[in-house]
């Protein structure tokens, strides 16, 4: 019998993850059958019981469910404990093993697909939320020579300043006051795309040369990369190459191997079109 997992979400309808994960056990070889499960959003933890009990072996967790997985895994990796949420479960010998593979999935996505260095560049971060939290040990390891969080709220850019000081600098801003300063890489993890808004960064964030990274991906440039390709930077992306580098990650962590992850995303950069 194949081995099953799960994405869990709600919704999960539009979830890409089983055709990611489907794609990866034929080109693998592995034995692995991937579904959706829709749990209500009061109920995470008996759907992940009955999973378990059921002998699935692992589950991806999307919105709204992160968080509940961070609280209900029994062992976390450090990037998942940083994070505070979990996209990762692994079941085995009676554990729940939570890890987070988004922020290494916007790392590879940038360094490997992009081919664009984070080592000793300056990095500005926009928002302060899971999203952002979740890739900043990531971006740190990288030592890059400057990261800056700019968020609305500023007050949770500077918490998040504060909890990461142990692995590396972060500064923290509004964004009024990151005034004339430019960046290398500019990484949208506000949610501003999905209302069609521009988060307001300033223009002259952009160094000449920039790469500007949407964490949200789709048809056509968010409002954020057509102000960035209008205000100086070199390189545009969306989310896309992240979403399919986390799930490489998940299956990796599963089963012990690396699927090769270019030819899926040009197929789903296809379908996109
Ligand atoms: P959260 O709700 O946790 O955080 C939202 C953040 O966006 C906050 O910092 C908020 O600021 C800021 N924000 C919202 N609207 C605006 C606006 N109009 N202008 C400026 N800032 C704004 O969301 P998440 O962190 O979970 O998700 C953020 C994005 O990342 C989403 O678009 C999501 O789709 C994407 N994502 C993509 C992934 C991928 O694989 N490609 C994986 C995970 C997330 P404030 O604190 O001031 O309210």
């Known amino acids: ?43 995470f933890d008996s759907a992940v019981f009955e999973l378990i009990q059921s002998g699935a072996k692992g589950a991806n967790v999307t919105v709204p469910f992160k968080q509940d ?8 990796s450090e990037r998942a404990k940083l994070a505070e949420a979990v996209n990762t479960l692994s079941f085995a010998g009676g554990e729940i093993v939570g ?5 290494v999935g916007l790392t590879r996505d940038i360094t490997a697909n992009l081919g664009v260095p984070l080592a000793g560049r300056r990095i500005l971060l926009l928002g302060a939320g899971g999203a952002a939290r979740g890739v900043l040990l990531p ?8 990261l800056v969080v700019a968020n609305r709220t500023a007050d949770k850019a500077m918490q998040l300043a504060r909890q990461f000081a142990a692995y590396g600098e972060v500064a923290a801003s509004g964004y009024a006051e990151l ?9 949208n993890a506000t949610s501003a795309s999905l209302s069609d808004a521009l988060p307001p960064v300033p223009a002259s964030a952009f160094a000449a040369g920039s790469l500007a ?6 048809k056509g440039l ?13 390189r545009l992306a969306d ?18 191997v690396e699927p090769r992850t270019a030819a899926l995303l040009s197929l789903l950069r296809e379908q996109l079109a």
């Open 213 to 218: 990274y949407d964490m949200m991906y789709g």
């Open 1 to 43: 019998m194949s081995d099953r997992y799960v994405v869990i979400g709600n919704p999960v309808a539009h979830s890409k993850s089983p055709l990611i994960h489907a794609a990866f056990a034929k080109q693998t070889g592995e034995d692995v059958q991937y579904d959706r499960l829709l749990a209500p959003v009061d109920g």
């Open 69 to 76: 997985a961070w609280r209900l895994a029994s062992r976390l």
């Open 99 to 103: 890890d987070n593979t988004d922020g």
């Open 222 to 234: 968010t409002p954020f990369l057509q102000f960035a390709q209008a205000h100086g930077a070199a």
């Open 139 to 146: 971006l740190l390891s990288y030592h890059p020579a400057m």
């Open 239 to 256: 989310g896309l190459g992240m979403l399919v580098e986390q799930a490489a990650e998940s299956f990796r962590i599963w089963r012990g």
């Open 179 to 187: 005034g004339e300063q430019a960046f290398d890489v500019v990484i």
